[in-house]
């Protein structure tokens, strides 16, 4: 699909003003039905009302095998540490993420396109589908940092043009989450209220945001005003299965100062009928690798 790109109206300010303000969001959350996936009704509906759904066993255990195998190979590699796609913890220099896998990484590319993994996406969505962001996480053992309480399309919308929430991001676990090692938290139902961050986007903010969340973090008040609403699920679960979950869910993880990794593919999708714009609250576009201008269809 040729890249496009327009001006419209913001639906979902942020970032423009101290006015922080909650938003109700627009459109529905679930754009397909149970006769359009492998999802049946009642998922739809759970995701409808909570903003995620799990996955037991999503791979099988060779599958995995080859999925960890790729991650190590990933992670020693020094042509890919050395790339700006690679996000490097600053006070460990531990590798935190490898951005845009499903291009660079025959492996991950494969489980990206799965249809296991697309008609997933597709049938929430409502369309097909692009993959707009991916990465393989690394939480290691006694240095894997925090991710602060954010809504990815807070960001995205912000910084990539992304115009509506209608993208929903998969997680697929390549080791045990565990209460204790830093697994995803979610504050079910939040999906359905935007948070107007305060503060201007800093130039080439992603620099610095891949490592910490900073622009584009809901205030303390809100979030706390959130927990008490919503409360927070934790979401444990074993290698091979996976999470997906709503763009706009409020979410974080803890760091990890156990000696058990915590380790994820994460792929995000996006609807081709909800392609990039001009950036809503930034100077300039992210790079690729951090927001996807190649929209032609997944799978």
Not at 199 to 212: C, H, R, V
Not at 217 to 227: G, H, I, N, Q, S
């Amino acid at each position: 699909m040729t890249e496009t790109f327009r001006r419209q109206s913001d639906q979902y300010p942020t970032r423009t003003d101290d006015d922080v303000r909650v938003i109700d969001r627009q459109g529905p959350v679930v754009w397909g039905g149970p006769e359009d996936g492998p999802l049946d009704a009642a998922t739809l509906a759970g995701f409808d009302a909570n903003g995620y759904l799990t996955i037991d066993q999503l791979v099988g255990d060779d599958e995995l095998q080859e999925l960890r195998a790729e991650l190590r190979r990933l992670s020693e590699d020094p042509v890919v540490r050395a790339d700006e796609a690679t996000i490097v913890e600053a006070s460990s220099q531990e590798v935190r993420s490898v951005f845009d896998i499903h291009r660079t990484s025959e492996v991950f590319q494969k489980i990206a396109h799965d249809p296991r993994v697309v008609g997933r996406a597709r049938q929430i969505l409502g369309s097909d589908v692009y993959i707009h962001q991916s990465r393989v996480n690394f939480k290691p053992g006694f240095e894997g940092k925090e991710f602060a309480w954010h809504s990815d399309f807070e960001t995205w919308h912000a910084e990539d043009g992304m115009p509506a929430p209608r993208a929903v991001s998969i997680s697929i676990s390549l080791t045990d989450n565990h209460s204790f090692n830093g697994p995803l938290m979610i504050m079910p139902g939040t999906h359905r209220k935007y948070v107007s961050c305060d503060g201007a986007t800093p130039e080439a903010n992603y620099k610095k945001s891949l490592i910490m969340q900073g622009a584009g973090v809901p205030d303390k008040e809100t979030l706390t005003r959130f927990a008490d609403e919503h409360g927070i699920d934790v979401l444990e679960g074993k290698a091979g299965g996976a999470i997906m979950f709503d763009s706009n869910c409020m979410h974080a993880s803890n760091g990890n100062v156990t000696p058990f990794a915590r380790s994820n593919v994460f792929i995000v999708f996006n609807s081709v009928e909800n392609t990039l714009v001009e950036p809503f609250a930034a100077a300039g576009r992210r790079p690729d690798f951090a927001g996807s201008r190649d929209f032609t269809p997944a799978g």
